[in-house]
């Protein structure tokens, strides 16, 4: 019995719809030594890393990632910090990946994060929290692109 439930389980399992998110983890979670924690978070999260790379993000690799908030106040800060140090860029993969990980890392504002997401646990500032995701499929193609030649 128990290897038909299993069976089972790896079939239904093997035909959900896996889709494809960009992230990075911030300078930060680097410096304060909590970048394995965070990989740890989403691979026990059912994730699957397919890419993953140390990188150093140029100003204008920066400036395209978040031109959507030019003209901001906060966006030069946003610019300087994630340039300011070395990041983890990762293509990951999973079922409802786009969702499912912004539903884990919590709110932008780590004040508002839920205990338990790596915001809510992990950060104390906007813009030093902890992790960039995309937020829609769209973005995280466009996003990837970036740094990554073939994308997701």
């Known amino acids: 019995m128990d290897c038909l439930l299993r069976k089972e389980r ?3 399992l093997s035909t959900q719809s896996n889709t494809k998110t960009f992230a990075f983890l911030k300078p930060e979670a680097l410096q304060s030594r909590v970048a394995g924690e965070v990989l740890s978070r989403l691979e026990k999260k059912g994730f699957t890393i397919k890419q993953l790379r140390l990188y150093n993000i140029s100003k204008k690799e ?18 300087d910090h994630v340039t300011s140090g070395p990041v983890v860029l990762m293509i990951l993969e999973g079922s409802n990946a786009v969702e499912v990980l912004r539903r884990i890392i919590g709110a932008t504002n780590p004040q508002s994060a ?6 809510g646990d992990l950060s ?14 769209e973005n995280a193609k466009k996003e990837s692109a970036i740094f990554f030649h073939d994308g997701i």
């Open 124 to 137: 104390l500032s906007i813009t030093a929290n902890m992790i960039h995701a995309s937020d829609s499929l």
């Open 62 to 79: 920066a400036e395209t990632l978040y031109a959507v908030h030019r003209g901001k106040p906060f966006f030069q800060e946003l610019v």
């Open 10 to 12: 790896e079939r239904t």
């Open 114 to 119: 839920d205990p338990g997401t790596i915001r």
